[in-house]
């Protein structure tokens, strides 16, 4: 089963942008959903020191 995103408290994280991607907060765990067009998941594990999976939905990131 793909891990949910879970309810937060006011104010705690529950998704996280950078200039490589974008990652979710969920029961499981930290996902990655959105990749930059410039960096593979290679980049974002070694720029990274969480654990983090890769949802299988991953898309391109937005950039507009």
Same mark, same amino acid.
């Given at each position: 089963? &793909?891990?949910?995103? /879970?309810?937060?408290?006011?104010? *705690? +994280?529950? %998704? /996280? +942008?950078? $200039? %490589?991607? +974008?990652?979710?907060? =969920?029961?499981?765990?930290? +996902?990655? =959903?959105?990749?930059?067009? $410039? &960096?593979?998941? $290679?980049?974002?594990? *070694? *720029?990274? $020191? *969480?654990? &983090? ?12």
């Amino acid at each position: 089963c &793909f891990p949910r995103r /879970i309810p937060r408290k006011k104010g *705690a +994280v529950d %998704m /996280i +942008v950078t $200039e %490589m991607g +974008v990652m979710v907060v =969920t029961d499981k765990g930290l +996902v990655l =959903t959105e990749l930059h067009p $410039e &960096f593979t998941v $290679e980049d974002v594990k *070694a *720029a990274t $020191e *969480a654990d &983090f999976t890769v949802s299988p939905d991953l898309k391109p990131m937005q950039l507009d």
